[in-house]
Nanobody, 132 residues
Framework: QVQLVESGGGLVQPGGSLRLSCAVSGFTLELDYYSIGWFRQAPGKEREGVVCMSSRVSKGPSFYADSVKGRFTITRGAAKNTMYLQIISLKAEDTAVYYC?????????????????????WGQGTHVPASS
């Protein structure tokens, strides 16, 4: 059974940093085909894609939202079967609940992100309440 569990959210001062984790089970980051995306939903706004990567794309993440380029980085911790979202230079507008989600395709992420209709499993979310 595929599961994703996010953690690492918490209050951070603007300009600060934090690392969100997405622990996965039911598939292996090192060996299996998949695409992982990080999404966020701010209060009163629609959910938006932040970054994604696909296991069969060797050049790395295919998509970063313009609002996070240069500040957010997605990485894979194969030894712990965990995906990470490193955030630096946090802004007040980064306040949101952050979700990771998986698509069962090694090529699901492209320069436009992941088609949310292709996502078959979501985590429960972790809250990043950036202080003003």
């Amino acid at each position: 059974q595929v599961q994703l569990v996010e953690s690492g959210g918490g209050l951070v001062q603007p300009g600060g940093s934090l690392r969100l984790s997405c622990a996965v089970s039911g598939f292996t980051l090192e060996l299996d085909y998949y695409s992982i995306g990080w999404f966020r939903q701010a209060p009163g706004k629609e959910r938006e894609g932040v970054v994604c990567m696909s296991s069969r794309v060797s050049k790395g993440p295919s998509f970063y939202a313009d609002s996070v380029k240069g500040r957010f980085t997605i990485t894979r911790g194969a030894a712990k079967n965990t995906m990470y979202l490193q955030i630096i230079s946090l802004k007040a507008e980064d306040t949101a609940v952050y979700y990771c989600a998986r698509a069962d395709s090694g090529y699901g992420c492209n320069e436009h992100g992941i088609n949310q209709d292709d996502l078959d499993q979501w985590g429960q979310g972790t809250h990043v309440p950036a202080s003003s």
